[in-house]
């Protein structure tokens, strides 16, 4: 079945170091690899998206990068503040088909203190 | 930007009742919108793909008389939790997909807490 795994429930870093949450996923194959940042008791919020046959994107201090290969993520945020403190899921989509449904990971609740 | 918004955010409501939860896209016409429910510190848990002028596509385990889905125009799709359980208690957002790279737009969520 497939399966989306975000390597650790929680994180924990010191401000201004790079964070980096990791997303792996089996049984799929995603064209597209997304990746959302939830707040407590809100809706996830779109941060980035990058395609099947992009190795890498970037956006202000996040940077994402996708190994089709590994069937791996990785989400990084450089210079980290504690405003950065949040959930962070990725999710996985088939296409653009208006009726394409994601599924989500389980997140990463990222904390960093100041 | 695509804005979804999602009402009420809160609601207490008793055992037995029913509770209609309304997602409005704002900006942008969205023919298919989708249903989640999250509990505390897990995923979002796709329940149903509603679809404009048409049925709901429900998820498997997904009691589609217990939570019925509306979706009568383009800008609209309700979701009603029909005689609710404390087990219904739960985080239930909306989604449409965005514009081109723009992902998923989320509605900020309901909170319901059935006594």
């Known amino acids: 079945s497939q399966k989306i795994e975000q390597n650790s429930e929680a994180l924990n870093i010191q401000e201004g170091k790079t964070a980096t949450l990791t997303c792996n996923y089996t049984?799929?194959?995603?064209?597209?690899l997304q990746w959302y940042r939830q707040d407590p008791g809100r809706g996830p919020v779109f941060l980035l998206l990058?395609?099947?046959?992009?190795k890498e994107k970037r956006k202000e201090r996040l940077k994402v990068t996708f190994d089709t290969t590994l069937k791996q993520s990785l989400f990084h945020i450089t210079a980290s503040q504690p405003a950065d403190s949040a959930t962070y899921l990725c999710?996985?989509?088939?296409?653009?088909?208006?009726?394409?449904?994601?599924?989500f990971g389980s997140g990463t609740r990222l904390s960093i203190r100041p | 930007g695509a804005v979804v918004s999602q009402h009420p955010s809160r609601v207490i409501c008793k055992s037995g009742t029913s509770v209609k939860i309304e997602c409005r896209s704002l900006d942008f016409q969205a023919t298919t919108m989708f249903w989640y429910r999250q509990f505390p510190k897990k995923s979002l848990m796709l329940m149903a793909t509603?679809?404009?002028?048409?049925?709901?596509?429900?998820e498997q385990g997904v009691e589609k008389d217990k939570f019925l889905i509306n979706h009568a125009s383009l800008t609209l799709s309700t979701l009603t939790v029909t005689s609710a359980h404390p087990e219904d208690s739960s985080f239930y957002i909306c989604s449409a997909r965005g514009q081109g790279e723009n992902g998923y737009t989320f509605g900020s969520g309901t909170r319901l807490t059935v006594v």
């Open positions: 999710a996985l989509d088939r296409g653009y088909s208006s009726a394409s449904k994601i599924i």
């Open positions: 049984n799929y194959s995603p064209a597209y």
């Open positions: 990058i395609r099947e046959n992009e």
């Open positions: 509603s679809n404009e002028g048409s049925k709901a596509t429900y």
